[in-house]
């Protein structure tokens, strides 16, 4: 069972453009973080929230936590290349372990 | 700061073969944890060891089992290999497990074929 759905699955954008990938949930989690890979590569921490309602900007990047800290989304302006990648997000339940959600794969293009 | 390193980044092997992958973790993190990804699953935890003890576990079979030794390096050993066993396997290492968000630094996964 996946307790983590994102969605879209596979997002296909121009450069410029704006967009959001959404990360929802029925259970409720102590944080969550928000990881993009790339190919070849692992997973990299891009931020971690905590509060209900709580909002992080990262240059281009807005996160937020929902209010009952069940979903989260991230909102990316003026998408670049750069920014392609899978996203992932992944929450934890107090000490538990990680659950990363399905996955967004983002493809930006010049 | 050396990042994780994990070694090898590729391996092949055939059905029934068994297969030991290593970690290392970044200097002075004590908690490893591993996962498969595949494009079906996504990524899906295997395992955490901390302190050489396994401190949470997947719903992987028995097949799959790790280690970690007294300087934090870990491995992890899939034995009986099949054809599904083919995907990324990652290990992550994080500072303080059980202290407020667990925060993981990936290494760059041994991809692993089945033939």
């Known amino acids: 069972t996946q307790l983590l759905e994102q969605s879209p699955q596979f997002l296909s954008i121009q450069e410029g453009e704006n967009l959001t990938v959404y990360c929802n949930s029925s259970s409720v989690f102590s944080s969550l973080q928000w990881y993009r890979q790339e190919p070849g590569e692992g997973p990299v921490l891009l931020v971690t929230v905590v509060t209900g309602g709580e909002v992080k900007k990262l240059k281009r990047l807005t996160f937020q936590f929902g209010d009952a800290r069940k979903d989260s989304s991230l909102h990316i302006t003026a998408a670049q290349p750069g920014d392609t990648g899978l996203y992932l997000c992944?929450?934890?339940?107090?000490?538990?372990?990680?659950?990363f959600g399905t996955g967004t794969r983002l493809q930006v293009f010049p | 700061k050396a990042g994780v390193t994990q070694t090898p980044r590729y391996l092949i092997k055939t059905r029934g073969q068994q297969v030991t992958l290593s970690c290392s973790p970044i200097?002075?993190?004590?908690?490893v944890s591993w996962y498969q990804q595949t494009p079906g699953q996504g990524l899906q935890f295997l395992f955490e060891y901390f302190s050489e003890t396994q401190r949470n576990k997947g719903n992987f079979p028995g097949r799959f089992s790790g280690r970690q030794f007294s300087n934090s390096r870990s491995e992890m050993n899939v034995s009986t290999l099949e054809l599904g066993d083919s995907a990324l396997y990652l290990c992550?290492?994080?500072?303080?497990?059980?202290?407020?968000?667990?925060?993981?630094?990936f290494g760059a996964g041994t991809r692993l074929s089945v033939l």
């Open positions: 200097s002075g993190h004590r908690s």
């Open positions: 992944a929450g934890a339940r107090n000490t538990d372990k990680l659950i």
């Open positions: 992550a290492s994080s500072a303080f497990p059980g202290q407020g968000p667990n925060i993981q630094y």
